[in-house]
T-cell receptor, first 115, second 109 residues
Framework: ETGVTQTPRHLVMGMTNKKSLKCEQHLGHNAMYWYKQSAKKPLELMFVYSLEERVENNSVPSRFSPECPNSSHLFLHLHTLQPEDSALYLC??????????????FGPGTRLTVL | GQNIDQPTEMTATEGAIVQINCTYQTSGFNGLFWYQQHAGEAPTFLSYNVLDGLEEKGRFSSFLSRSKGYSYLLLKELQMKDSASYLC??????????WGAGTKLIIKP
């Protein structure tokens, strides 16, 4: 495996379900990100981890809970979601966060539908 | 507030040239990125500008004017595979990436 991988690619869940999204990067990067992408809207940064520590949390509802057990893996735990949470969830990594040249490498995303 | 503006959609003809504009108002500036995103796929890096001027990379070029808060992505000799969304993003004074909503480029034969 190379680059950034995400599983599952598609997820349909009810509002009472609990599920988790997984991201893995094979690039040796120190920073990882979760983004939400909705149609015709800018990418919304949700969480940033640097060396397994959360460095940013952009007022995301508590029904989204991130976990970064090591610098290669990132999870997004989901529970009691709302239909408006349906979107493409993208994971990204970069060599480090907090620098001007911060090229981010993205995974293919998880298309989430909340019924 | 911070804002990045790009056209929502553009159409161009195979073999032609197209210019996608991006204007930004951000708290500070530490560089501007262009990414390409094909439908259902991950965004991929195209270019980075931090100084004024033109950066050329094959068929793609990116221009920056910091005084005007303006950038453009120029695509030459368009191919059908260039049909995609093009995302403009600016690194602000806190080194956070601020994203535009993207421009969907449709290439017609």
């Amino acid at each position: 495996e190379t680059g950034v991988t995400q599983t599952p690619r598609h997820l349909v869940m009810g509002m009472t379900n609990k599920k988790s999204l997984k991201c893995e990067q094979h690039l040796g990067h120190n920073a990882m990100y979760w983004y939400k992408q909705s149609a015709k809207k800018p990418l919304e940064l949700m969480f940033v981890y640097s060396l397994e520590e959360r460095v940013e949390n952009n007022s995301v509802p508590s029904r989204f809970s991130p976990e970064c057990p090591n610098s290669s893996h990132l999870f997004l735990h989901l529970h009691t979601l709302q239909p408006e949470d349906s979107a493409l969830y993208l994971c990204a990594s970069s060599i480090e966060s907090g620098s001007s040249y911060n090229e981010q490498f993205f995974g293919p995303g998880t298309r989430l539908t909340v019924l | 507030g911070q804002n990045i503006d790009q056209p929502t959609e553009m159409t161009a003809t195979e073999g032609a040239i197209v210019q996608i504009n991006c204007t930004y108002q951000t708290s500070g500036f530490n560089g501007l990125f262009w990414y390409q995103q094909h439908a259902g796929e991950a965004p991929t890096f195209l270019s980075y500008n931090v100084l004024d001027g033109l950066e050329e990379k094959g068929r793609f070029s990116s221009f920056l004017s910091r005084s005007k808060g303006y950038s453009y992505l120029l695509l030459k000799e368009l191919q059908m595979k260039d049909s995609a969304s093009y995302l403009c993003a600016v690194t602000d004074s806190n080194y956070q990436l601020i994203w535009g909503a993207g421009t969907k480029l449709i290439i017609k034969p």
